[in-house]
Every structure is written in structure tokens, then in C-alpha cells.
Nanobody, 119 residues
């Protein structure tokens, strides 16, 4: 059973930066894909970014390219989301998720971490 634990959320002023972390508890295959999603109050959950565990492929929501960067550290079994130039509209609960491959659904989810960007 894969367990995902997010951390790094908090309150930041507009224009600031945060780095979210997602610790993975189980062994992950090189085909696995790790994703970040977010859900703002009253809105549907939306895709933010994803990375293959091998690190050879990434994907971003078009609206977030250039501000957000996803990365992973295999030795630490951790996935990161670096968020720069944050805007109030980035306020949401951010979730880490895992899929067995790019063509599979995200079956495992973390509990989420709150990010609040003040204006």
C-alpha cells in the first residue's frame, strides 16, 4: 500500500515562494508517475503537475508553466513542487497523488496541505 504524506504548505504573501514535499512510503517502480493536484474552495480539483519516477518526463498545467516546478529525489523517495511568484488565486489544498503509469489513474492520494496566498 502506497502512502503519501504532503508537507510544506502555509501562509505566504503574493509574490512569495513555497516548496511542497510529498514523502512516499512504499517502493515505487520506475514507471510510476507522481502528480500534484489542487482544490480551491468551491472549485473542482485540478491538475497542477506530474513527473515520472524515472525523471525523464514532466507535465504541467498550461496556466502554471514557468511558475511551478516539479522534481523528485529518488533516494529520499520524495517529490517536490516548487511554487514561485505565488498569487492569491493559487490558494488551495494541494494534494500529492501516485499512478502506476502515465496511462493509469491516480490510485493513491495524500491528505493534502493547505497553501494560502495573501494579497
Amino acid at each position: 500500500q502506497v502512502q503519501l504524506v504532503e508537507s510544506g504548505g502555509g501562509l505566504v504573501q503574493a509574490g512569495g515562494s513555497l516548496r511542497l514535499s510529498c514523502a512516499v512510503s512504499a517502493r515505487t517502480s520506475s514507471n510510476a508517475v507522481m502528480g500534484w493536484f489542487r482544490q480551491a474552495p468551491g472549485k473542482e480539483r485540478e491538475f497542477v503537475a506530474a513527473i515520472s519516477w524515472s525523471g525523464d518526463r514532466t507535465s504541467y498545467a498550461d496556466s502554471l508553466k514557468g511558475r511551478f516546478t516539479i522534481s523528485r529525489d529518488n533516494a529520499k523517495k520524495t517529490v517536490y513542487l516548487q511554487m514561485n511568484s505565488l498569487k492569491p488565486e493559487d490558494t488551495a489544498v494541494y494534494y500529492c497523488a501516485a499512478a502506476n503509469s502515465w496511462s493509469r489513474p491516480y490510485d493513491y492520494w495524500g491528505q493534502g496541505t493547505q497553501v494560502t496566498v495573501s494579497s
